[in-house]
């Protein structure tokens, strides 16, 4: 099993262009849960699904981003347009129901 | 909604010492899992250990253990025989079983082992 696998591992962009994080869970997995690292905010989850439908996106910051999972095997995360404040280790993860989250070894996130 | 605290912000121990971190958290549910996380440098989230709520044996994973007290919502994990690849940033978490089931977490302890 190759696990959670997120691309890009790096990505620098400047402000106002769009970004686009992905996410490929463990096949098998029907939970998909998005967070976001910072210093100062800790882990935030910014959006999770259940067999590919959004359950709760409260902790998605703004209207600049979005999410979507077109099929049980890929998940993008999207930002438009970025913003410096935005810089941030983005996780994806994946679940079983009542089972621990495994995690993507996350996209960090450089927005100049 | 569920809240996870850990009040420790960092700690230092030296190797072979054991360490506790403590971890406590806020629910009306009476079944749910908890984990502990571990975070190294190469920013990787690593699972330690899981509990679930309707054990009352505490779990345990080699050198790391819990003290899961359900009453006083406390789940703290001790790392017995402390060693330099334990230092990472530790996690501690909380999965409801019952409707939305996603992860909430603590803000993390800074553990330091040093040689």
């Known amino acids: 099993d190759a696990g959670v696998i997120q691309s890009p591992r790096h990505e620098v962009t400047e402000m106002g262009q769009e970004v686009t994080l992905r996410c490929k869970p463990i096949?098998?997995?029907?939970?998909l849960f998005w967070y976001r690292q910072t210093m100062m905010r800790g882990l935030e989850l910014l959006i999770y699904?259940?067999?590919?439908?959004?359950?709760?996106d409260s902790g998605m910051p703004e209207d600049r981003f979005s999410a979507k999972m077109p099929n049980a095997s890929f998940s993008t995360l999207k930002i438009q347009p970025s913003e410096p404040r935005d810089s941030a280790v983005y996780f994806c993860?994946?679940?079983?129901?009542?089972?621990?989250?495994?995690f993507g070894n996350g996209t960090r996130l450089t927005v100049t | 909604a569920q809240t996870v605290t850990q009040s420790q912000p960092e700690m230092s121990v030296q190797e072979a010492e054991t360490v506790t971190l403590s971890c406590t958290y806020d629910?009306?549910?009476?079944?749910?899992?908890l984990f502990w996380y571990k975070q190294p440098p190469s920013r990787q989230m690593i699972l330690v250990i899981r509990?679930?709520?309707?054990?009352?044996q505490n779990a345990t994973e080699n050198r790391f253990s819990v003290n899961f007290q359900k009453a006083a919502k406390s789940f703290s994990l001790k790392i017995s025989d402390s060693q330099l690849g334990d230092t990472a940033m530790y996690f501690c978490a909380f999965r409801s079983v019952q409707g939305a089931q996603k992860l909430v977490f603590g803000q993390g302890t800074r553990l330091t082992i040093n040689p």
């Open positions: 699904f259940n067999n590919n439908v959004p359950i709760d």
């Open positions: 509990q679930e709520a309707y054990k009352q």
């Open positions: 629910t009306s549910e009476n079944n749910y899992y």
């Open positions: 096949s098998g997995h029907d939970y």
């Open positions: 993860a994946s679940s079983l129901s009542y089972s621990p989250l495994h």
